[in-house]
Protein backbone atom coordinates (compact mmCIF):
# COMPACT_ATOMS: atom_id res chain seq x y z
CA UNK A 1 0.00 0.00 0.00
CA UNK A 2 1.21 3.40 -1.08
CA UNK A 3 1.69 6.32 1.11
CA UNK A 4 -0.79 8.78 0.28
CA UNK A 5 0.97 12.56 -0.54
CA UNK A 6 0.41 15.02 1.78
CA UNK A 7 -1.45 18.52 0.93
CA UNK A 8 0.27 21.04 1.40
CA UNK A 9 3.23 19.04 0.97
CA UNK A 10 6.42 19.32 3.80
CA UNK A 11 4.24 21.06 6.38
CA UNK A 12 4.58 18.68 9.85
CA UNK A 13 1.63 17.08 11.06
CA UNK A 14 0.11 17.80 14.36
CA UNK A 15 -1.39 16.02 16.77
CA UNK A 16 -3.18 17.32 19.59
CA UNK A 17 -3.96 14.88 22.53
CA UNK A 18 -5.56 15.68 26.19
CA UNK A 19 -7.10 18.94 25.83
CA UNK A 20 -10.80 19.68 25.23
CA UNK A 21 -11.73 22.01 21.95
CA UNK A 22 -13.55 24.95 23.52
CA UNK A 23 -15.69 27.42 21.44
CA UNK A 24 -14.20 31.02 22.12
CA UNK A 25 -17.10 33.37 22.99
CA UNK A 26 -15.98 35.30 20.10
CA UNK A 27 -16.95 32.49 17.60
CA UNK A 28 -20.33 31.88 19.60
CA UNK A 29 -21.16 35.77 18.95
CA UNK A 30 -20.52 35.28 15.38
CA UNK A 31 -22.23 32.10 15.13
CA UNK A 32 -25.01 33.82 16.94
CA UNK A 33 -24.92 36.75 14.49
CA UNK A 34 -25.13 34.64 11.34
CA UNK A 35 -28.29 32.63 12.24
CA UNK A 36 -30.03 35.92 13.42
CA UNK A 37 -29.45 37.42 9.79
CA UNK A 38 -30.11 33.87 8.46
CA UNK A 39 -33.25 33.13 10.12
CA UNK A 40 -34.57 36.72 9.12
CA UNK A 41 -35.03 37.53 12.91
CA UNK A 42 -35.04 41.38 13.97
CA UNK A 43 -38.31 41.91 11.80
CA UNK A 44 -41.79 41.06 10.96
CA UNK A 45 -43.12 42.43 7.93
CA UNK A 46 -43.90 40.63 4.60
CA UNK A 47 -41.68 42.15 1.93
CA UNK A 48 -42.80 45.01 0.32
CA UNK A 49 -45.72 45.00 -2.75
CA UNK A 50 -43.03 44.27 -5.41
CA UNK A 51 -41.89 41.21 -3.50
CA UNK A 52 -38.68 42.71 -2.26
CA UNK A 53 -36.82 42.39 1.02
CA UNK A 54 -36.56 45.53 3.50
CA UNK A 55 -39.50 47.84 4.03
CA UNK A 56 -42.59 45.92 3.90
CA UNK A 57 -46.00 47.03 2.93
CA UNK A 58 -46.69 48.67 6.46
CA UNK A 59 -42.60 49.38 6.85
CA UNK A 60 -41.19 46.82 8.98
CA UNK A 61 -38.40 44.05 8.67
CA UNK A 62 -37.33 41.93 5.83
CA UNK A 63 -39.04 38.81 4.64
CA UNK A 64 -41.43 36.12 6.10
CA UNK A 65 -42.58 37.52 8.84
CA UNK A 66 -43.48 35.59 11.98
CA UNK A 67 -44.88 31.67 11.50
CA UNK A 68 -46.77 29.60 13.75
CA UNK A 69 -45.35 25.99 14.50
CA UNK A 70 -47.66 24.77 11.42
CA UNK A 71 -45.68 26.42 9.19
CA UNK A 72 -49.31 29.12 9.01
CA UNK A 73 -48.64 32.91 9.71
CA UNK A 74 -49.02 33.48 13.34
CA UNK A 75 -51.56 36.24 13.76
CA UNK A 76 -50.86 39.53 14.40
CA UNK A 77 -50.58 41.32 17.44
CA UNK A 78 -52.56 44.83 17.50
CA UNK A 79 -56.14 45.92 17.96
CA UNK A 80 -57.48 47.41 14.14
CA UNK A 81 -56.67 50.28 13.05
CA UNK A 82 -58.59 52.78 13.92
CA UNK A 83 -60.41 55.74 11.26
CA UNK A 84 -58.45 58.52 11.84
CA UNK A 85 -59.86 61.79 10.58
CA UNK A 86 -57.85 64.68 9.04
CA UNK A 87 -58.42 67.10 11.46
CA UNK A 88 -57.23 64.64 14.10
CA UNK A 89 -53.53 64.18 12.37
CA UNK A 90 -53.84 68.28 10.94
CA UNK A 91 -50.36 69.19 13.14
CA UNK A 92 -48.63 66.29 11.99
CA UNK A 93 -49.12 66.86 7.58
CA UNK A 94 -45.69 67.40 5.93
CA UNK A 95 -42.19 66.78 5.87
CA UNK A 96 -39.92 66.61 9.03
CA UNK A 97 -36.54 66.83 9.03
CA UNK A 98 -33.71 65.43 11.11
CA UNK A 99 -30.32 66.99 11.79
CA UNK A 100 -28.35 63.80 12.38
CA UNK A 101 -26.00 62.74 10.09
CA UNK A 102 -28.45 60.66 7.87
CA UNK A 103 -30.63 63.17 7.02
CA UNK A 104 -33.77 60.74 8.01
CA UNK A 105 -37.15 62.19 7.74
CA UNK A 106 -40.83 61.64 8.44
CA UNK A 107 -43.61 62.26 5.83
CA UNK A 108 -47.40 62.37 7.24
CA UNK A 109 -50.38 62.83 4.80
CA UNK A 110 -53.67 64.16 5.72
CA UNK A 111 -55.62 60.40 5.49
CA UNK A 112 -53.15 59.65 8.37
CA UNK A 113 -50.60 57.94 6.34
CA UNK A 114 -47.30 58.03 6.80
CA UNK A 115 -43.25 57.30 6.59
CA UNK A 116 -40.05 57.34 7.81
CA UNK A 117 -37.51 57.51 5.39
CA UNK A 118 -33.38 57.35 5.22
CA UNK A 119 -31.61 56.92 2.63
CA UNK A 120 -33.93 56.26 -0.25
CA UNK A 121 -35.51 53.58 2.22
CA UNK A 122 -38.62 53.59 3.54
CA UNK A 123 -37.46 52.17 7.75
CA UNK A 124 -41.14 52.76 8.31
CA UNK A 125 -44.28 52.85 6.54
CA UNK A 126 -47.96 52.84 7.65
CA UNK A 127 -50.91 54.95 10.02
CA UNK A 128 -50.41 57.12 12.49
CA UNK A 129 -52.94 57.13 15.06
CA UNK A 130 -54.05 59.69 18.06
CA UNK A 131 -52.98 58.78 21.31
CA UNK A 132 -53.59 62.03 23.13
CA UNK A 133 -52.73 65.49 23.32
CA UNK A 134 -49.74 66.31 20.74
CA UNK A 135 -48.79 62.45 20.68
CA UNK A 136 -49.03 59.85 17.78
CA UNK A 137 -48.23 56.13 18.14
CA UNK A 138 -47.57 54.14 15.03
CA UNK A 139 -49.22 51.42 13.34
CA UNK A 140 -47.38 48.16 13.32
CA UNK A 141 -47.88 45.54 10.48
CA UNK A 142 -51.29 46.98 10.10
CA UNK A 143 -52.48 46.77 13.67
CA UNK A 144 -52.45 49.55 16.08
CA UNK A 145 -49.81 47.88 18.67
CA UNK A 146 -51.80 50.17 21.70
CA UNK A 147 -49.04 50.23 23.98
CA UNK A 148 -45.02 51.00 22.32
CA UNK A 149 -44.86 54.67 23.22
CA UNK A 150 -41.67 54.11 22.64
CA UNK A 151 -43.31 53.70 18.56
CA UNK A 152 -44.58 56.81 17.60
CA UNK A 153 -43.90 61.06 17.90
CA UNK A 154 -44.93 63.64 20.29
CA UNK A 155 -45.17 67.41 18.72
CA UNK A 156 -43.00 70.41 20.93
CA UNK A 157 -42.67 73.67 20.44
CA UNK A 158 -45.88 74.32 20.12
CA UNK A 159 -46.06 72.20 17.09
CA UNK A 160 -42.87 73.25 15.19
CA UNK A 161 -40.68 70.00 16.98
CA UNK A 162 -41.23 66.73 16.37
CA UNK A 163 -39.76 63.90 18.66
CA UNK A 164 -39.64 60.02 17.60
CA UNK A 165 -39.70 58.11 20.60
CA UNK A 166 -37.76 55.20 19.03
CA UNK A 167 -34.38 57.45 18.72
CA UNK A 168 -35.33 60.80 20.72
CA UNK A 169 -34.37 62.50 18.06
CA UNK A 170 -35.97 65.77 16.89
CA UNK A 171 -37.16 67.04 14.09
CA UNK A 172 -38.06 70.15 11.94
CA UNK A 173 -40.94 70.90 9.90
CA UNK A 174 -39.83 72.13 6.18
CA UNK A 175 -41.82 73.85 3.84
CA UNK A 176 -43.12 71.42 0.93
Not at 10 to 19: I, K, M, R, S
Not at 78 to 93: C, F, H
Not at 160 to 167: H, N, Q
Request: hydrophobic share 35%; proline share 9%.
Amino acid sequence: MSKLPQFPPNLPEVHVTGTSWRPRPMLLAVLAAFALAVTGCGGGGDGDKNGSAGAGQEGQGGQGGAYSSDGSPAPKEGAPLPKVQPVQVRPLVGRWVGAGPTKDYFVFRADGSGAWMARGRALWKGQVIPDGANKFRFSWEGRDPQQASYWGVTLESGGRKLVFGGTNQTYTKVAS
